[in-house]
């Protein structure tokens, strides 16, 4: 690494690696996978998501190509096997970083509109990287993303980032479009098609001319649409109902779902070669669940906006509100957070703080259904902590609160480490044993970087 004027540490351990990653900034991680633990290829995702979003290049002497197509699949960069010679390493790292850098001096010198998009986790804001890089070329999108994950939103910035943000937004609802009608709402007809039409209509695609339109849920259209569709993206024309000329538009389109359009393709409900055309640019958004560290600044955001749309002074969050919040799993994702909130603000509306018992019954029941279920019958054993002699000078000790917070935190470690080892790195057993959801318990765990995968593994390298 000398030669290549490049800084590197070694550690022995992934829970050694994840450590590290939290406390510096890395650019890129070797994964060093022996054969006997593929299973450490899991853990890739979770090594991009750390602070500074690292490039992660596996190293490995398997030459099954089902590992090296699982570890690009997770997001590698690339997978080498050994033996490799020097040359191929350096070429592979040096493209890595090459690539890396271009990146950030394209995101520093780029300006983006990130609209209504709330939150600073990895994975929202490696989802918010694909949208600036897509806004700024000409082809066509496709949003994947569960209920609730803001769809429209970020096709909307898609468009509001892009050389069409002046021009027209046109959104389509899939769903509620009648198969009887598509052909016509979405491409236009002439008077006299059939007996309610009495005047030219201009179809969707028409009026989007210029600008962008949004398909929303595409997965659910029609077999005979996503052929005349296909056909539209591949002319950028297409002929009104009843008419003998052809209509030109120059429009981007951007599609969205939340069903597994690939398993479609394999059922034959869904056309492969529109899928395919659409998922040249992909951006797959991630659930509320996974990105929690997101939750508090979204419901704060949300609050703020439903006070002031009801007239109400803005009501303060407390602290076990937000932990509520985090206990669940979201499967609305942020469009139920905020119909959430918007009750919250209601049921508590002459109080100035939302508190759990602002929360909807269903929600409340929900959250305490899983804690009972979780919780362990027999009385946790009682543990006396002597404190280390604290070595400050005499003119500036610390608060009680902060030393409270570092014995806490200590506590706290060794407990979850304690307990994954007694439950062998079994989740559920986990969170029965500790009374906690596995939304909370997940989240802990990533707080005290504890890889709860390989917590009886003695040695597993990660350079």
Not at 153 to 165: E, G, P, T, V, Y
Not at 228 to 240: K, Y
Not at 256 to 282: I, P, W
Not at 416 to 427: Q, W
Request: proline letters at 5%.
């Amino acid at each position: 690494m000398q030669r290549l004027e490049m800084q590197c540490i070694y550690v022995e351990t992934l829970e050694e690696g994840f450590t590290e990653l939290q406390s510096d900034s890395y650019d890129v991680v070797l994964l060093d996978v022996h054969m006997e633990h593929n299973d450490d290829l899991s853990h890739i995702p979770k090594l991009l998501s750390s602070p500074n979003t690292p490039d992660v290049i596996v190293i490995s002497e398997n030459r099954d190509g089902d590992a090296a197509e699982q570890a690009i699949r997770l997001g590698a960069w690339d997978y080498l096997v050994k033996p490799f010679s020097q040359v191929d390493f350096e070429q592979c790292l040096t493209r890595c970083l090459q690539q890396r850098d271009a990146r950030e001096k394209f995101s520093a010198e780029t300006p983006f509109n990130r609209g209504s998009i709330i939150g600073d986790s990895p994975l929202l804001l490696k989802a918010l990287r694909w949208v600036g890089i897509v806004a700024r070329t000409k082809c066509n999108a496709l949003i994947l993303g569960e209920t609730g994950t803001g769809k429209e939103l970020f096709a909307r910035a898609i468009h509001d980032n892009s050389d069409r943000k002046n021009e027209s937004f046109t959104v389509v609802d899939c769903t509620n479009l009648p198969h009887t009608l598509a052909q016509s709402i979405l491409f236009g007809h002439k008077k006299g098609t059939f007996t309610d039409a009495k005047e030219n209509q201009e179809g969707l695609f028409k009026q989007a001319d210029g600008g962008t339109i949004f398909l929303d849920e595409i997965a659910d259209l029609d077999p005979t649409t996503q052929k005349s569709i296909l056909r539209v993206l591949q002319e950028r024309s297409f002929r009104p109902l009843s008419s003998k000329k052809e209509v030109k538009s120059d429009f981007r389109l951007v599609a969205a779902t939340n069903k597994d359009l690939h398993a479609m393709v394999e059922e034959g409900t869904f056309r492969s070669d529109l899928y395919f055309r659409l998922k040249s640019c992909l951006i797959t958004l991630p659930p509320l669940r996974e990105r929690l560290e997101d939750l508090e600044p979204i419901a704060s955001h949300c609050t703020k906006q439903i006070c002031k749309e009801q007239g109400v002074p803005v009501k303060r969050l407390s602290e076990d509100y937000i932990e509520n919040l985090k206990k669940y799993d979201w499967p609305g994702n942020v469009r139920e957070l905020i119909n959430t909130i918007t009750y919250s603000v209601t049921n508590s509306y002459e109080g100035k703080i939302l508190n759990p018992y602002s929360l909807p019954r269903e929600l409340r029941m929900c959250i305490v259904k899983t804690t009972v279920e979780n919780s362990d019958s027999s009385p946790a054993p009682k543990k006396v902590t002597v404190l280390p002699e604290m070595e400050t000078k005499a003119e500036s000790p610390p608060t009680l609160k902060e030393v409270r917070n570092v014995v806490v935190s200590q506590m706290e470690a060794e407990y979850l480490l304690n307990l994954m080892r007694k439950t062998d790195g079994d989740i559920k057993k986990a969170c029965k044993a500790a009374g906690l959801s596995r939304a909370r318990l997940y989240e802990l765990l990533q707080k005290h970087d504890i890889d709860y995968r390989h917590i009886t593994v003695e040695k597993t390298t990660l350079k």
